[in-house]
């Protein structure tokens, strides 16, 4: 089930999204089965739509407002006749999925997927913007949403909505971006952020780093520094466990900085949330900027 669109009449919102109250609590995120990859082949980015390990929905190709790659000669469109929906599999294969995702590999139920070929060596990026959506929510989903999200116990959580029957209404956008390397080139690195309304820009060259490393990054929300804002980071599942790792949440700085200590070699995945109270929108109470970045750690 795709993000629903943001319907702008009252009745036709609750309507339309009453019965999708968790869904704005699903990261979407882009990954590989191999984060080198090599030019001139063409690799599968599986769309994850839910948590990290997996995907809640199937997202359409009509979801994607950006579907971008960039590399050290600059930045292009990804074909979108490459966009598939994985095949319902039959009960054999759903175990299969789980016993790939055990062993450390994706897991592709509910997911999507398109095809890149990039062509030079050297670091890379892929990413992927989503249009607005909305939902609905009453003051108890709203606060379980807040804590998936980060954001319980700031100010944002202070909403001052008591009244269980009411209706908290909210727009949100989601952006994804994902790291890798082409002929395991590290160079050139270049610290130039896609574009996205929100966005994490790593300050230094992640593929140069070592276990026990920091990685320095900036968020970003339309092109600013973004100060003050909680940050989760998480690890992909260790193979051969169902244990999730733990989460750890960080707050950016005055300009938008955090730094995350690197402290084992695996896939890492960060995320934000940035929620506004909307004071002039007669549909909308609040208004949220989502992105996610993956990369890995050799």
């Given amino acids: 089930?795709?993000?629903?669109?943001?319907?702008?009449?009252?009745?036709?919102?609750?309507?339309?999204?009453?019965?999708?109250?968790?869904?704005?609590?699903?990261?979407?995120?882009?990954?590989?089965?191999?984060?080198?990859?090599?030019?001139?082949?063409?690799?599968?980015?599986?769309?994850?739509?839910?948590v990290f390990d997996q995907s809640y929905y199937r997202l359409e190709l009509t979801d994607a407002t950006r579907l971008d790659l960039a590399g050290p000669s600059g930045r292009y469109e990804v074909a979108r006749d490459t966009w598939t929906l994985t095949t319902w599999g039959r009960r054999p294969w759903r175990y299969w999925q789980r016993a790939m995702a055990w062993l450390g590999r994706i897991d592709r139920r509910f997911t999507a997927s398109f095809r890149i070929t990039p062509r030079e060596p050297g670091p890379h990026a892929v990413g992927m913007v989503l249009p607005f959506a909305g939902a609905a929510m009453d003051p108890a989903t709203f606060e379980t949403y807040l804590h998936e999200i980060?954001?319980?116990?700031?100010?944002?959580?202070?909403?001052?909505?008591?009244?269980?029957?009411?209706?908290?209404?909210?727009?949100?956008?989601?952006?994804?971006?994902?790291?890798?390397?082409?002929?395991?080139?590290?160079?050139?690195?270049?610290?130039?952020?896609l574009g996205h309304p929100a966005e994490f820009l790593p300050l230094a060259n992640p593929h140069r780093l070592a276990p026990g490393d920091t990685l320095p990054l900036r968020l970003l929300l339309h092109g600013r520094p973004l100060p003050d804002q909680p940050v989760i980071v998480s690890r992909q599942k260790a193979a051969f466990t169902n244990a999730v790792p733990r989460r750890v949440r960080l707050r950016s700085d005055a300009e938008g900085r955090i730094e995350v200590t690197l402290d084992r070699p695996g896939v890492w995945w960060l995320s934000f949330t940035h929620l506004e109270r909307l004071t002039d929108?007669?549909?909308?109470?609040?208004?949220?900027?989502?992105?996610?970045?993956?990369?890995?750690l050799r």
Avoid: N
Avoid at 13 to 20: D, E, K, P, Q, R
Avoid at 164 to 183: G, H, M
Avoid at 281 to 296: C, G, K, M, R
């Fill in 281 to 296: 929108d007669p549909d909308f109470q609040y208004a949220s900027e989502w992105a996610t970045l993956v990369f890995e």
């Fill in 1 to 50: 089930m795709p993000p629903r669109r943001p319907c702008f009449g009252l009745a036709a919102l609750l309507v339309g999204l009453l019965g999708a109250l968790s869904a704005t609590a699903h990261d979407t995120f882009l990954r590989l089965d191999d984060y080198t990859l090599t030019s001139g082949t063409t690799a599968e980015v599986v769309v994850f739509h839910g």
């Fill in 150 to 193: 980060g954001l319980d116990g700031e100010p944002i959580a202070d909403h001052g909505l008591t009244d269980p029957d009411t209706i908290i209404r909210e727009r949100y956008r989601k952006s994804a971006k994902t790291l890798f390397l082409v002929d395991g080139a590290t160079e050139p690195w270049s610290a130039v952020p």
